[in-house]
Each structure stands twice: as C-alpha cells, then as structure tokens.
C-alpha cells in the first residue's frame, strides 16, 4: 500500500509565500507523473500544477508565475512554492501520484488527504 502525506498549508497574509510538501512511502516502485490540485468551497477540484517524471512542469493559468512545482525523487516528495499569495488560493490543496507498486505489482493513482491554506486580505 502507498500513502501520501502531505504538511506546510496554514494562514498567511496576501502577498505572502506557503511552500507545500508531499511525501509518498510504502511499496513504492517508481513514481511517474505527480500534480497539486485545489478545491474551493462550493467548487470543483482543479489541477493547479503537473510535473512529469522526467520533470517537464505545467501550470494552470490562474497560477502561472506565482506557484513552481518540483520534485525529489530521492524522498519520494513532491513540493509547491506558492508566492504572492491571493484571496482567491484559498482552499485545500491536494497532492496526486501515479506510482508503480513493488507489492503488489501495480500502477495506480494515489491522493493526499489535503492541506488547508488561508490566505488573508
């Protein structure tokens, strides 16, 4: 079984910076593509940033030059930087992992439980 854990939301001020970690542990194999994903009160989840497993980023507009999303394979983790800090980022961020398990032999897609970040005007 896989797990993902993820640490580094909390409340901040507009304009501020939240870095968000997501560390993956069990039977894992390799890990591919991994992405954050936000959801708002009231609205659908939404893929904020994507890093694939050779570390080619993507990024949804509305987080384009404020967020940067990167990787370190050797602690299974995944991280986003998040600057300049809006009202409107408020929400639950949510890691994303396709990873291949060693036991059983598999590939699949693993979520995070979740991190709250407030952001203050």
């Known amino acids: 079984q896989v797990q993902l854990v993820e640490s580094g939301g909390g409340l901040v001020q507009a304009g501020g910076s939240l870095r968000l970690s997501c560390a993956a542990s069990?039977?894992?194999?390799?890990?591919?593509?991994m992405g954050w994903y936000r959801q708002a009160p009231g609205k659908q989840r939404e893929l904020i940033a994507h890093?694939?497993?050779?570390?080619?980023?993507n990024y949804a507009d509305s987080v384009k030059g404020r967020f940067t999303i990167s990787r370190a394979d050797a602690k299974n983790t995944v991280y986003l930087q998040m600057s300049s800090l809006k009202p409107e980022d408020t929400a639950v961020y949510y890691c994303?992992?396709?990873?291949?398990?060693?036991?059983?032999?598999?590939?699949?897609?693993?979520w995070g439980q979740g991190t709250q970040v407030t952001v203050s005007s």
């Open positions: 069990g039977s894992i194999h390799s890990i591919n593509a």
């Open positions: 890093i694939s497993s050779g570390g080619t980023t």
């Open positions: 994303n992992a396709n990873i291949r398990v060693s036991i059983p032999p598999l590939i699949g897609d693993y």
